[in-house]
C-alpha cells in the first residue's frame, strides 16, 4: 500500500460535521489470484493495531472488509476496503470515541499478507461524544 503515511489529528478530523465519524479515512485496493483448481470466493479483511490510546492495546481490530465472488481457477480479482476515520478511532475513558496520536499498522487478513505503517501525530480529536451521566 503505497500511500502518505504521516497524518495529523487535526488534518483528518477537518471535515466534522453531524457524524465525523464516518469520514473517509482511506480507500485501499486488495488484489487476489485464485490459485486452486476451483471457482471460491475470498473474503479480505483489514485490521489496525498498535499501541494508541489508553491501556491495555487491542491486539487488532477489524476495520473494513471486502469480499470477491465467484473468482475462477487462474483468476485475479480486485476489491477496494473502504476505512472510515471511527473506525482506527478508539474510545476514551468516558466512552467518547476519540481520533488518538500515534503509530498504526494496517494488516491484511489474519496471517498478515500485507502491512501498512502511518503514523497520527497532533491532540487527541473527540469524533463522538456520549451524552453526560447524571
Not at 491495555?56 to 473468482?71: E, N, Q, T
Not at 475513558?93 to 497532533?122: A, C, H, M, Q, R
Amino acid at each position: 500500500m503505497a500511500l502518505n503515511p504521516n497524518f495529523s489529528t487535526s488534518s483528518l478530523a477537518s471535515g466534522l460535521g453531524l457524524y465525523p465519524d464516518r469520514l473517509p479515512f482511506g480507500h485501499f485496493p486488495v488484489h487476489v489470484t485464485n490459485t486452486g483448481p476451483v471457482t471460491s470466493d475470498y473474503v479480505a479483511l483489514l485490521f489496525v493495531k498498535g499501541e494508541y490510546g489508553p491501556q491495555p492495546y487491542p491486539l487488532k481490530s477489524l476495520v473494513g472488509f471486502a469480499r470477491l465472488r465467484d473468482i475462477a481457477p487462474g483468476a485475479n480479482a480486485t476489491a477496494t476496503i473502504e476505512v472510515k476515520l471511527g473506525a482506527i478511532a478508539r474510545s476514551d475513558d468516558k466512552g467518547d470515541l476519540v481520533l488518538w496520536p500515534g503509530k498504526y499498522t494496517l494488516v491484511l487478513d489474519v496471517d498478515e499478507k500485507s502491512t501498512w505503517d502511518f503514523v497520527i501525530s497532533g491532540e487527541p480529536k473527540v469524533l463522538d461524544a456520549l451524552p453526560p451521566r447524571s
